[in-house]
């Protein structure tokens, strides 16, 4: 009858590892969901005791790997439809079901999809990617904000930023027959290729982006008898020197 989200946190102790890959990841994941213990998705530049993460990431640092978070997605049924529909039918991957996925028999498709890149990418060129992937192959699951001036995106698009927190552990429930997913939350899932080549050349421009997400936005105002915004002015900073 009621959900709490995860508690806001001020005070973080941090565990680091170093896996080269995915395989190495999982076990790792498995270990600390069940502990209660969330992912950063980024580097430290020191270890925390139990004191604020603020100032030790770097948001734009480039990226080994990216995570598909997928909220409630209804154009696609399954993860490996999600994963043909983008691109990426080959490609191996970590799967892990949110919390909110299987309680209470709500099986919306709610998970976490982490996929190691050859090379390491900007997540600026990320975010336009996931924008992009939203734009042309979810449209119909774009909606508005409550303030009806920006997207809300099926496929979160901040995800790909060096100092995003994405949380992992299992649903606590009360009683626990309201978990009713029976399976393991993490898994592994092996295909032909381990790895995905990202790159940004072979997107449109920034500003096309730009214009087809303007342009949606004045579509769905529309159908609420809204009148169309004007588009933005932005700025486009190109990263050269990675370290």
């Known amino acids: 009858t009621s ?14 590892y170093s896996p080269k890959t995915l395989k190495d990841l999982e076990p790792l994941m498995r270990t600390h969901a069940a502990k209660g213990h969330c992912l950063l998705k980024g580097e430290l530049d ?10 030790h990431t770097n948001a734009t640092k480039p990226t080994e790997w990216v995570c598909f978070d997928i909220d409630g997605l209804v154009t696609v049924f399954d993860i ?4 043909q529909t983008i691109g990426l039918g080959d490609i191996s991957y970590i799967l892990q079901w949110s919390a909110s996925y299987g309680v209470n028999n709500d099986y919306r498709l709610r998970a976490h ?10 997540p600026d060129a990320l975010k336009l990617w996931l924008k992009h992937l939203n734009l042309t192959h979810f449209s119909k699951d774009l909606t508005l904000t409550k303030t009806a001036v920006a997207l809300h995106w099926g496929l979160d698009v901040t995800t790909c930023q060096s100092d995003k927190l994405i949380f992992i552990t299992p649903p606590e429930c009360n009683p626990p027959s309201l978990n009713t997913f029976p399976g393991a939350r993490i898994t592994y899932v092996q295909k032909s290729t381990d790895k995905f080549a990202f790159n940004s050349l072979n997107l449109p421009t920034a500003e096309q982006i730009k214009l087809a997400e303007e342009t949606k936005i004045n579509e769905l105002r529309k159908e609420i008898n809204l009148p169309a915004r004007s588009a933005t002015k932005f700025k486009l900073e190109e990263y050269r020197d990675w370290e």
């Not at 490996?80 to 994963?83: E, V």
């Open 80 to 83: 490996p439809s999600f994963m």
């Open 46 to 55: 020191s270890e925390l005791n139990w004191e604020s993460r603020a100032g």
């Open 3 to 16: 959900k709490e989200p995860y508690p806001n946190a001020y005070e973080f102790k941090s565990h680091s």
């Open 113 to 122: 999809v982490l996929v190691q890149l050859t090379a390491p990418a900007s």
